[in-house]
């Protein structure tokens, strides 16, 4: 996959701040993930509550920083980018969906082999298609009322997790 270079020009859906999908071991330095994804499929889902086939979301990972400029208490993102995630949904891939890490050069990637844990993680775990929805506050509310929200996260939300 070529790295998708326009994506900071798509619909930016959430930032998270040291997220973790363990509960142990503390990472040693303060992470943003910043969430962005194709217009069109944005669009879609505000229409259907679905991802339409070959929706493409970025993750993209930045450091945090302390004390920039006047800032005195808070956390401010880096500009050096840490790292970027691709998460593709097409029928053609083994689930229907697939991963991708590019590095900072942005050589074209191959998709992430299954078994990795963030196929299972997304399959048990995404709350609409694989994805992270409950994680996007725009759009859960999107998937709740067009009913749109996976047997597994409903599951999840039941036994309150």
């Not at 503390?26 to 669009?43: C, G, I, L």
């Not at 689930?95 to 074209?108: A, I, L, S, Y």
């Not at 992430?112 to 963030?118: D, G, H, L, M, Y």
Request: glycine content about 8%; proline content about 6%.
């Amino acid at each position: 996959m070529l790295f998708p270079a326009n994506y900071r020009e798509w619909t930016y859906v959430t930032s998270g701040m040291d997220m973790s999908y363990t509960t142990t071991g503390a990472a040693d330095h303060h992470m943003f993930d910043n969430v962005f994804v194709t217009p069109a499929s944005y669009r879609n889902f505000l229409e259907t509550g679905k991802w339409p086939d070959h929706t493409v979301f970025v993750l993209e990972v930045r450091g945090a920083q302390p004390g920039v400029s006047i800032n005195q208490r808070g956390l401010t993102q880096s500009p050096e980018v840490m790292g970027y995630e691709v998460h593709v949904k097409d029928a053609r891939l083994p689930g229907g969906f697939g991963f991708f890490e590019f590095d900072e050069k942005h050589e074209p990637a191959k998709i992430v082999a299954r078994p990795a844990s963030c196929y299972s993680c997304h399959e048990m775990h995404g709350a609409v298609d694989t994805t992270f929805v409950q994680f996007y506050p725009t759009l859960i509310g999107v998937a709740r009322a067009k009913r749109t929200i996976s047997p597994e996260f409903l599951k999840e939300i039941s036994a309150g997790k």
